[in-house]
């Protein structure tokens, strides 16, 4: 048998009701229900300049990026908006 939801809570860093709601949405809908699932909070806006900096940064330097180090290159020219 699997893991119990205290177990997987533990491994996700997640609470056990957010682990029996996925499991649950995925019982019910299957990879649409996770995929699909409503998120919490405002989304982010991104601006074109945003996007094309960051295609500028990729494209020019011989250098990986993580997502936190681009979204504080763009936070220091403040043209992302949270």
Same mark, same amino acid.
Do not use: C
């Given at each position: 048998?699997?893991?119990?939801?205290?177990?997987?809570?533990?491994?996700? #860093? =997640?609470?056990? *009701?957010?682990?029996? &709601?996925?499991?649950?949405?995925?019982?019910? %809908?299957?990879?649409?229900?996770?995929? /699909?699932?409503?998120?919490?909070?405002?989304?982010? #806006? =991104?601006?074109? *300049?945003?996007?094309? &900096?960051?295609?500028?940064?990729?494209?020019? %330097?011989?250098?990986?990026?993580?997502? /936190?180090?681009?979204?504080?290159?763009?936070?220091?020219?403040?043209?992302?908006?949270?």
């Amino acid at each position: 048998m699997g893991w119990k939801v205290e177990k997987i809570a533990v491994y996700l #860093k =997640w609470s056990k *009701q957010t682990v029996r &709601e996925t499991i649950h949405r995925w019982n019910q %809908q299957g990879l649409m229900g996770l995929w /699909h699932s409503p998120r919490t909070g405002g989304k982010r #806006k =991104w601006m074109a *300049q945003d996007l094309w &900096e960051i295609e500028r940064k990729l494209d020019t %330097q011989q250098r990986s990026y993580h997502s /936190h180090q681009l979204l504080f290159m763009l936070k220091k020219r403040k043209t992302f908006l949270v």
